[in-house]
C-alpha cells in the first residue's frame, strides 16, 4: 500500500485544488442569496479536509511517477471526484445519491445527461455549478493540474500521456509538457469569454450567457432552462453556439498552433477538419432534404435550421437541443445520434473515438480491400502524406473492437435489466460518447430519472469509460498492472 502514497500525494493537491472550484459556484450562492449556499459551504469544507488530510498523510513520499502511476491517477480523478462534486446536489435537492453521482459525473465529464428538471426555478448557484463542471471537465481537470503541478515539483508527463485523447500521445506542442497545458488552456479561456461575451450581446443575460459559454465550450449540454436552448428562441444565438461548437470540436493544438504563429496555416494542414466539417455538411443537407420531403417542416429555411442546430450539437456532443427531435422520423434522430460516435476531432472537447481513428479505421478497411486484389502490394496507412505506424494502426483497431464490444455489453446489461432496446441502447451511446440526450425515454424531451438505480450506474459507467476512452480505465483492471 505505501508503493502508492506518492501517487495519493498528487491525488491529494488535485483534490484541494478542486476544492477552491466548488468555491466559485459557493462564492455565487452567497452573492445572490439564492438559499443553496450553506450546501456549497459543507461541500467545500469536506473536500478541503479530505484534500489536506490526505497530503498529511502523504506528503513525505516523493518519487517521479511511473506510466502505471499516471494511469491510475486518471482513473482515481474521474471516479473520486464525481463524489465531492456530487455533494452540493445530494445536500440541497430532494435527490438520491445515485442521482447525484450520476448528474456530477455527467458535467464534469463533459456528457450532459441529466436526472433534474425545473430548471428554470432552479437556485442559480446549482445551475452554475452544473454548467461550470462542464468547463472543468471538457479540457480536463488532469491537463489544467499538469500546469501547476511542476510548480509543486510533480511531474506531469505521465499524467497527460494518459489523459490525452486520440492515438498519437507522443506528440507534443511545446518542450515542456506543462506549457503544452498552459497553451492549451489559454486558448480554451480565450475561446470561452469570446462566447459568453458573443451571447451577451445577443441578448442573453449575463449569468446565462456564462453558463452557456461553459457548457458550449466544454461541449456538455448542461442548461440553466428545461428547454435548453430553445429557450432563447433566437437564431442568432443558435449560429453562435453552432460556430463555437464546431471550433470546440477541433483540436484545441490546432487552435494553439495558430494563436502562438499567428496563421491560419494550422487549419490547413490539420487532416481532420476537412472530413469534420465535410461529414457535417452532408450530413446536414441531406437531413434536411429528407425531413423536407416527408413535409415535417412547411418551409426549407425552417427545416435547415432545426437540422443544422441538432446535427452539430449531437454529432460534436454539445447535446443542447431547440426542439423535441424526437419526434422526428427514426433514421433522422438514429443518424445524428450515430454522428456523435466519430465527428469530434482528437485533442478537441467532445466525445466518441475521434475523427483520427475513423479516418484510419476507414483507410485500414481500403488497403485491406486492395490487398485482397494485389496481396504482394505494399500499401501503407497515409494520413495526407505521412505514414501512419502500424503499431498505431494495430491499437485503432483495438479500440474500435473494444468500443463496440462495451455498446453491445452495456446494451445487453440494459435491456436484461427491464429497459427497452431503443431507450438502453441508445441511453449506452449517448453517455459512452458523452454526447447526452439518446432516444425514446432519455430522449431531448425526457431525463434520464426514469432510469433505475442499476441502469443509472450503468450510465455513469459508460460516461467514465468514454470520458477515459476505454482502455485507460481497462489498464488498471488487468492483473498485470498490479504486479510489481
Request: charged letters at 10%; aromatic letters at 12%.
Amino acid at each position: 500500500m505505501r508503493r502508492f502514497f506518492p501517487l495519493l500525494r498528487v491525488f491529494s493537491v488535485l483534490l484541494i485544488g478542486f476544492s477552491f472550484c466548488l468555491a466559485v459556484p459557493m462564492a455565487v450562492s452567497w452573492y445572490v442569496d439564492d438559499g443553496a449556499h450553506s450546501a456549497f459551504d459543507e461541500a467545500f469544507l469536506v473536500t478541503l479536509m479530505c484534500g489536506l488530510a490526505l497530503f498529511l498523510a502523504t506528503h513525505r513520499e516523493r518519487r517521479e511517477m511511473k506510466v502505471r502511476d499516471g494511469f491510475l491517477l486518471v482513473v482515481l480523478v474521474w471516479t473520486l471526484l464525481p463524489l465531492f462534486a456530487c455533494l452540493p446536489f445530494w445536500l440541497h435537492l430532494d435527490i438520491s445519491f445515485t442521482d447525484a453521482y450520476f448528474e456530477a459525473a455527467s458535467g464534469l465529464t463533459a456528457t450532459g445527461a441529466t436526472v433534474l428538471s425545473g430548471l428554470d426555478h432552479m437556485p442559480l448557484s446549482i445551475n452554475f455549478w452544473r454548467t461550470f463542471s462542464h468547463w472543468i471537465g471538457g479540457m480536463g481537470v488532469v491537463v489544467l493540474a499538469v500546469a501547476i503541478l511542476p510548480l509543486l515539483g510533480i511531474g506531469g508527463r505521465q499524467m497527460f500521456r494518459a489523459e490525452t485523447p486520440g492515438p498519437m500521445k507522443e506528440t507534443s506542442l511545446t518542450p515542456r509538457i506543462a506549457e503544452t497545458a498552459k497553451g492549451l488552456w489559454v486558448v480554451y479561456l480565450i475561446l470561452t469569454l469570446a462566447c459568453g461575451l458573443t451571447l451577451w450581446t445577443l441578448g442573453m443575460q449575463p449569468w446565462d450567457a456564462a453558463m452557456h459559454a461553459f457548457t458550449t465550450m466544454g461541449l456538455g449540454g448542461f442548461s440553466s432552462k428545461d428547454a435548453s436552448l430553445g429557450h432563447f428562441n433566437s437564431v442568432e444565438i443558435e449560429i453562435a453556439v453552432m460556430g463555437f461548437a464546431l471550433l470546440s470540436g477541433m483540436n484545441y493544438a490546432t487552435h494553439f498552433l495558430a494563436l502562438r504563429q499567428r496563421t491560419l496555416s494550422p487549419y490547413r494542414r490539420d487532416a481532420e477538419i476537412p472530413y469534420f466539417l465535410g461529414v457535417l455538411a452532408i450530413s446536414i443537407l441531406a437531413l434536411t432534404f429528407y425531413l423536407q420531403a416527408l413535409g415535417v417542416f412547411g418551409e426549407f429555411g425552417t427545416a435547415l435550421r432545426y437540422v443544422a442546430f441538432h446535427t452539430i450539437s449531437l454529432a460534436t456532443s454539445l447535446g443542447l437541443t431547440t426542439a423535441d427531435y424526437g419526434q422526428w422520423p427514426f433514421f433522422a434522430q438514429l443518424w445524428m445520434l450515430f454522428l456523435g460516435s466519430f465527428i469530434a476531432c482528437s485533442g478537441s472537447t467532445g466525445g466518441g473515438i475521434k475523427m483520427i481513428r475513423a479516418m484510419i479505421l476507414y483507410k485500414q478497411l481500403y488497403r485491406e480491400l486492395l490487398l485482397a486484389l494485389h496481396p504482394n502490394a505494399i500499401w501503407p496507412v497515409r494520413i495526407r502524406s505521412a505514414v501512419v505506424p502500424q503499431h498505431v494502426v494495430a491499437g485503432v483497431m483495438a479500440f474500435g473492437f473494444i468500443y463496440m464490444v462495451t455498446i453491445v455489453t452495456l446494451t445487453l446489461l440494459m435491456t436484461a435489466s427491464g429497459m427497452d432496446i431503443v431507450t438502453g441502447f441508445s441511453a449506452i451511446v449517448a453517455t459512452l460518447n458523452n454526447t447526452g440526450p439518446g432516444l425514446g425515454q432519455v430522449g431531448p424531451a425526457a431525463t434520464f430519472a426514469v432510469l433505475s438505480d442499476f441502469q443509472t450506474w450503468l450510465c455513469a459507467l459508460a460516461m467514465l469509460l468514454g470520458r477515459l476512452e476505454i482502455f485507460t480505465l481497462l489498464v488498471v483492471l488487468i492483473p498485470a498492472f498490479w504486479r510489481k
